[in-house]
């Protein structure tokens, strides 16, 4: 149990660590010298960086937020694999949890790399919202709910031409999406699907909280719709 503990606060140090490395703060400093969260609605992720800078720093941003995501939930699920043992996963042994399975260190993992980015230690802990680094775990760990969340929220922002509505209708589908496919398409053990909806649960609740001010702002009639007809 105590491989257990040091595995896991390693996956929340390495995540954290890694989710603080802001994509957008660093590709908008680097190719236009510019601090990003002083710029736009001051938001230092992809949309904002979209809309102030264009198509080339947003593309930079998205691959970096996506990597980060992904790199933070492989580093954590090979800390495990080296520290416990190689089949901890395939054939854990007896006293393993069975309840930590690949996906649900891949959801803790991704929880601090999302924590990281909006709370970044290396720029005075403001950042993004964490969307796309939430996302990007999807794609290790549970890509048939990734392939399904992405068009969902596509079709929302095509509907509403609101990327905030679209972001928090995705945290609100995110949990019950997981349920359906992890119980009745997958099966799962249902002790095992409970906690990676509530795993998913604690972080959709995270993202829609960062989307406070957009709610304020979609009551009050202020906030901006999404166009694609910015700086090229």
Known sequence: MLKV???LVLTMIISYLLGSCNSSIIVVKLLKHEDIREHGSRNAGLTNTLRCYGKLPALFTLIGDLVKGIAAVLLSLLVFRLIIGGECFDNPPEWYP????EQSIGYISGFFAILGHIFPIYYGFKGGKGILVSSSILIVIDPLTFAIIIPFFAIVLFITRYVSVSSISAAVFYPILTFLLHYFAEGEPLATCITHVILVTGTSILLIY????NIKRLKEGTENKFSFSKKQ
């Open 98 to 101: 069975y309840i930590l399975d």
């Open 5 to 7: 503990i040091i595995c």
């Open 210 to 213: 960062m989307h406070r001010a």
